[in-house]
């Protein structure tokens, strides 16, 4: 079992900055590959990022490619997303998850966060 809590979310204006953080319990962390979704009120969750379980293979929706970062610390058992370069668009939700498979589609998604709220203001 892993338990997925996510932090960092907050208020900031367009061109801002924020890093999310995602802290898992349990000793298997290093085995998961690890990601990132949001959901937008009245839309769907959508994927934002993810990395393999080695720190490699890190992809990201197009949406997102240039402004954000995804990285992880095995050792503090902790995932990261760095964003920059914020948009009101950016507002939405947003999830950890971990899979067992390194291509992160929603339905192989095996643990969920409770998600934290970015609000980006224009």
């Known amino acids: 079992q892993v338990q997925l809590v996510e932090s960092g979310g907050g208020l900031v204006q367009a061109g801002g900055s924020l890093r999310l953080s995602c802290a898992a319990s349990?000793?298997?962390?290093?085995?998961?590959?690890m990601g990132w979704f949001r959901q937008a009120p009245g839309k769907e969750r959508e994927f934002v990022a993810r990395i393999a379980w080695n720190g490699g293979n890190t992809y990201y929706a197009d949406s997102v490619k240039g402004r954000f970062t995804i990285s992880r610390d095995n050792a503090k058992n902790t995932v990261y997303l760095q964003m920059n370069s914020l948009k009101p668009e950016d507002t939405a939700v947003y999830y950890c998850?971990?899979?067992?498979?390194?291509?992160?589609?929603?339905?192989?998604?095996?643990?969920w966060g409770q998600g934290t709220q970015v609000t980006v203001s224009s």
């Open positions: 349990g000793r298997t962390f290093s085995s998961y590959a």
């Open positions: 998850a971990a899979s067992t498979s390194v291509t992160m589609r929603p339905a192989e998604v095996i643990y």
